[in-house]
T-cell receptor
């Protein structure tokens, strides 16, 4: 019963480095989301996807990119990491629009130094 | 104006009391509303969902929705110390994109 799996759980990046946060779900959900959560704050939507091949920007997309080549995978790419991207990143998936539950991965704690 | 607004708290209540958490949203066409609970260092987990005006009860939890006032609330009866967490309100936008937008969360502390 894997649900939503994120890797890695922790990562330290140097300023200017790049990395990809991986997210995969095994529930055949169409909707997938990437959020960031700064200390003591709520979730800010970075990017989302409503199906394979379809992505769109959320509230805070600058400095990030995504792709959705399959239903299962929704990787988040950080280019030229900056200290402002230090945060906890959550991936979530949802079966459809409406009152269905969004399931979250365990999060990736990223520090940019 | 933020799309989803919550009082950050902390809201402190004694054990056994009713905790009342509030949320307002800006998109008048929003249709689906959620309350998630998040313990420190953990992922959010769904507590309640609601889409019709009125009340929806599940055990000690009651969600209330008033679309005319663009207001959704969560009542926790007989609050327990284990209810101490951050409660996040989330709203599905009604445009074609169906973004799921969260508020900043309200921290609840239940005093033994």
């Amino acid at each position: 019963n894997a649900g939503v799996t994120q890797t890695p759980k922790f990562r330290i990046l140097k300023i200017g480095q790049s990395m990809t946060l991986q997210c995969t779900q095994d529930m055949n959900h169409n909707y997938m989301y990437w959020y960031r959560q700064d200390p003591g704050m709520g979730l800010k939507l970075i990017y989302y996807s409503v199906g394979a091949g379809i992505t769109d920007k959320g509230e805070v997309p600058n400095g990030y990119n995504v792709s959705r080549s399959t239903t299962e995978d929704f990787p988040l790419r950080l280019e030229l990491a900056a200290p402002s991207q230090t945060s906890v990143y959550f991936c979530a998936s949802k079966r459809d629009r409406g009152v269905t539950e969004a399931f979250f991965g365990q999060g990736t704690r990223l520090t940019v130094v | 104006q933020k799309e989803v607004e919550q009082n950050s708290g902390p809201l402190s209540v004694p054990e056994g009391a009713i905790a009342s958490l509030n949320c307002t949203y800006s998109d008048r066409g929003s249709q689906s509303f959620f309350w998630y609970r998040q313990y420190s260092g953990k992922s959010p987990e769904l507590i309640m969902s609601i889409y019709s005006n009125g009340d929806k009860e599940d055990g000690r939890f009651t969600a209330q929705l008033n679309k005319a006032s663009q207001y959704v609330s969560l009542l926790i009866r007989d609050s327990q110390p284990s209810d101490s967490a951050t409660y996040l309100c989330a709203v599905n936008s009604e445009d074609s994109s169906y973004k799921l937008i969260f508020g900043s969360g309200t921290r609840l502390l239940v005093r033994p």
